[in-house]
């Protein structure tokens, strides 16, 4: 007879308990906020992913309008040309009207992406290409740790050691400020190169790690076989230390978009730096700050999720071993 079920264990109520607790959670910081007088805006948040422009043409001369070989003009003392008007415009006047100077002849609306979308894109643009020179140094300096040439050990040894033992922050400003100056780097390529730089240190030593726990046995077999290393590397020791090492790499990348904020302090106008001015210039700290933080973690959740199906499919294809 299978033995009952305790309520604790139960997964429903444990989901339904969960949900629970951080209803209470969010609903005491809004009684806090609430308390301190704090007027919420959250009418004002759809205007920061986009809006309305409204683009008006307005009469330069007294004249009439005219339309010729699909351009619009006005005719007065002299005839002017209307270059912007175009017939996506709304016209307040037809062809053949008498317009007087400053009035506005035609109106345009257009949707177009607001601050936090376009910090958005930049945020995903830092952290895409320095995904790439991550894994590209992480890569290189691996093997470099694993080398049979002691100076190329020697190298990789003390540029891990030095990446990892001070802080990203600090990095950033140093790279910004001396080797971008020296080298006349963009804010773009500065903010890039350190994150890549910094998490190529640690995706090294997971990588390295990885490699070293293949059975050497491996190898040697591959050897017997007439296998080249390179090749022995390539088909048989990298695919399994790419297994291995798949949770830790995802935990990095999820890492480095996180720490893809403080490229805000070189001032790259990202995700973070667009909720700092959002917040100067609304002082509506509660509602940007959790909105920015929401499409932070929907980026990481991506990434999480993406990991797991990865994870998932080599389990399929014959485990993670």
Same mark, same amino acid.
């Given at each position: 007879?299978?033995?009952?079920?305790?309520?604790?264990?139960? !997964?429903?109520?444990?989901?339904?308990?969960?949900?629970?607790?951080?209803?209470?959670?969010?609903?005491?910081?809004?009684?806090?906020?609430?308390?301190?007088?704090? *007027?919420?805006?959250?009418?004002?948040?759809?205007?920061?992913?986009?809006?309305?422009?409204?683009?008006?043409?307005?009469?330069?001369?007294?004249?009439?309008?005219?339309?010729?070989?699909?351009?619009?003009?006005?005719? %007065?003392?002299?005839? *002017?040309?209307?270059? !912007?008007?175009?017939?996506? #415009?709304?016209?307040?006047?037809?062809? %053949?009207?008498?317009?007087?100077?400053?009035?506005?002849?035609?109106?345009?609306?257009?949707?177009?992406?607001?601050?936090?979308?376009?910090?958005?894109?930049?945020?995903?643009?830092?952290?895409? #290409?320095?995904?790439?020179?991550?894994?590209?140094?992480?890569?290189?300096?691996? #093997?470099?740790?694993?080398?049979?040439?002691? #100076?190329?050990?020697?190298?990789?040894?003390?540029?891990?050691?030095?990446?990892?033992?001070?802080?990203?922050?600090?990095?950033?400003?140093?790279?910004?400020?001396?080797?971008?100056?020296?080298?006349?780097?963009?804010?773009?390529?500065?903010?890039?190169?350190?994150?890549?730089?910094?998490? %190529?240190?640690?995706?090294?030593?997971?990588?390295? @790690?990885?490699?070293?726990?293949?059975?050497?046995?491996?190898?040697?077999?591959?050897?017997?076989? @007439?296998?080249?290393?390179?090749?022995?590397?390539?088909?048989?020791?990298?695919?399994?230390?790419?297994?291995?090492?798949?949770?830790?790499? *995802?935990?990095?990348?999820?890492?480095?978009?996180?720490?893809?904020?403080?490229?805000?302090?070189?001032?790259?106008?990202?995700?973070?730096?667009?909720?700092?001015?959002?917040?100067?210039?609304?002082?509506?700290?509660?509602?940007?700050?959790?909105?920015?933080?929401?499409?932070?973690?929907?980026?990481?959740?991506?990434?999480?999720?993406? %990991?797991?199906?990865?994870? !998932?499919?080599?389990?399929? !294809?014959? @485990?993670?071993?």
């Amino acid at each position: 007879m299978a033995k009952k079920q305790s309520w604790t264990q139960n !997964k429903n109520t444990g989901h339904l308990i969960a949900l629970v607790f951080y209803i209470a959670v969010g609903y005491f910081f809004y009684v806090a906020a609430s308390n301190m007088n704090y *007027v919420w805006k959250w009418n004002s948040v759809p205007k920061y992913f986009a809006y309305e422009e409204i683009t008006n043409v307005e009469a330069p001369i007294d004249g009439k309008l005219v339309l010729e070989d699909g351009k619009y003009f006005l005719d %007065g003392d002299e005839k *002017v040309a209307l270059p !912007k008007l175009d017939s996506s #415009f709304s016209f307040e006047y037809k062809v %053949g009207d008498n317009i007087y100077q400053y009035d506005y002849i035609a109106s345009k609306k257009e949707t177009k992406a607001g601050p936090i979308l376009n910090g958005l894109w930049v945020t995903l643009k830092i952290s895409f #290409f320095s995904a790439i020179l991550t894994f590209f140094i992480g890569i290189i300096v691996a #093997f470099m740790k694993l080398s049979s040439l002691s #100076f190329l050990r020697s190298i990789a040894t003390v540029y891990i050691t030095v990446v990892r033992g001070t802080p990203l922050l600090v990095q950033i400003f140093l790279f910004y400020f001396i080797v971008a100056n020296i080298f006349e780097l963009e804010r773009f390529v500065a903010g890039v190169l350190s994150l890549g730089i910094f998490f %190529g240190a640690y995706m090294a030593e997971i990588l390295r @790690g990885a490699i070293q726990s293949i059975d050497k046995g491996q190898l040697e077999a591959a050897r017997s076989l @007439g296998i080249s290393n390179f090749q022995a590397m390539r088909y048989i020791i990298l695919p399994q230390a790419f297994k291995r090492a798949l949770p830790t790499l *995802v935990g990095e990348m999820i890492a480095l978009v996180k720490d893809s904020s403080l490229v805000s302090v070189i001032s790259i106008t990202d995700l973070t730096k667009v909720g700092k001015e959002i917040v100067a210039n609304t002082f509506s700290p509660f509602e940007t700050w959790i909105v920015v933080a929401l499409l932070y973690l929907c980026i990481t959740s991506v990434l999480s999720f993406i %990991g797991h199906r990865i994870e !998932k499919n080599m389990q399929a !294809k014959g @485990g993670m071993s």
